[in-house]
């Protein structure tokens, strides 16, 4: 039990630092460079994430233990949440507020809950060195995610931006020959050379900013398809963890005057 309990922690911390990391940049780049409405789009995930934690943690005492039962929704609610995030575009911030809410709520109710059992279940001399192992874990879990995360986000945007945004452009009236120069210069954001591109009008550039964000739209797609499989395993894990009822009694460990 304490094995899926941890493997089921990492996953989260997997799936967090999803949230974490490309949740903000991605409503940067498609809600930007408008602070306050980024702002309104990311602020949901944080308090849900809080809303998370609070409402397991109390399920955990109410129902005196029901572990498997509150980790199984919150490994759903979780995998469901950050999962529909692939959906997201630059036209529906509400739909990514709402997944992003939902995906939050299934963390916390992994991250901080599946620490507190393992303290239940541990013997009384190892708590502290359980609770240290379970916070490891969980930003052990939260490096290999976000190394596996963003290497597929980086190679779904090279591969996409040169085909959106060079179609955009073309259509926009940028000659087809100054296609790789200017898809250059836009990926290094450098300004001078884009302006010194032939055939360069402000209707090709607006063209491209919104094929760029056509793009990391794909790019953070792939991000949240392979957070399915993670959010898969961790609802199987769940539905094999053992009962910690015969644990939840009211005996104190140490009593600290």
């Not at 903000?24 to 306050?36: F, M, R, S």
């Not at 980024?38 to 005196?64: K, M, Q």
């Not at 919150?74 to 995906?103: E, K, R």
């Not at 709520?105 to 013997?123: E, H």
Request: with cysteine; net charge neutral.
């Amino acid at each position: 039990m304490s094995i899926l309990t941890l493997f089921i922690t990492a996953v989260a911390g997997a799936n967090f630092y999803s949230l974490l990391n490309f949740w903000p940049l991605e409503c940067q780049q498609l809600y930007g460079p408008n602070p306050h409405a980024v702002a309104r789009t990311v602020v949901a995930f944080g308090y849900s994430v809080a809303l998370g934690v609070i409402l397991v943690n109390w399920g955990l005492s109410v129902f005196n233990g029901a572990n498997r039962e509150l980790l199984v929704i919150s490994s759903v609610l979780m995998t469901a949440g950050v999962g529909a995030l692939a959906a997201v575009n630059q036209n529906n911030p509400s739909l990514g507020i709402g997944m992003s809410f939902l995906g939050g709520l299934g963390v916390g109710g992994i991250i901080v809950p599946a620490a507190i059992i393992l303290t239940i279940i541990s013997p009384d001399e190892v708590i502290a060195t359980v609770t240290a192992i379970t916070l490891s874990i969980r930003l052990i879990g939260g490096s290999i995610g976000y190394a596996i995360y963003f290497n597929v986000f980086e190679n779904k945007l090279h591969d996409v931006i040169p085909t959106i945004v060079g179609t955009a452009v073309v259509k926009a009236g940028l000659p087809l020959a100054q296609v790789p120069q200017f898809i250059t210069a836009l990926v290094a954001q450098n300004t001078t050379a884009i302006a010194q591109v032939k055939g360069i009008t402000p209707a090709v550039l607006l063209a491209a900013q919104d094929a760029v964000k056509d793009s990391y739209v794909e790019g953070f797609k792939m991000i949240y398809y392979v957070s399915i499989a993670f959010g898969g395993a961790a609802i199987i894990s769940s539905l094999f963890l053992g009962d910690i009822r015969k644990y939840m009694v009211d005996r104190v460990a140490v009593d600290i005057h």
